[in-house]
């Protein structure tokens, strides 16, 4: 999967919109990330659950491995983008999206 493919996926989710912070593409839904490319655009990140991170990393080993240190702890994977198809990697952003969704509709709800 290329970045473009990987970039395409993630706004095609509804209200996704893409920003960048610290040199690289993000992607947002409520102004909050559910999703990033890589700096060097190898690599995508997705905002899953720990449980949800290991269940990807089970069935499609080569595609996703936790990000670095506390963030992969949280969830937070990085997708190989040379190894991803778009329906793995669909399957993940589509899962980071509605995480992140949810927990901002969770915020609203609270403030209302």
């Not at 999703?35 to 720990?50: E, N, R, W, Y």
């Amino acid at each position: 999967m290329t970045p473009d493919e990987f970039r395409t996926l993630a706004l095609s989710l509804e209200g996704a919109v893409e920003d960048s912070h610290m040199g690289h593409p993000d992607f947002r839904v409520g102004g909050k990330i559910f999703a990033s490319l890589s700096p060097d655009l190898t690599q995508g990140m997705a905002k899953l659950s720990p449980v949800q991170q290991a269940d990807l990393r089970e069935r499609y080993p080569s595609s996703f491995t936790p990000a670095f240190g506390k963030w992969g702890d949280g969830g937070a994977t990085m997708i190989i983008l040379a190894e991803a198809t778009q329906e793995t990697a669909g399957e993940a952003l589509t899962l980071a999206w509605q995480n992140t969704g949810r927990k901002e509709v969770d915020r609203r709800s609270n403030q209302v």
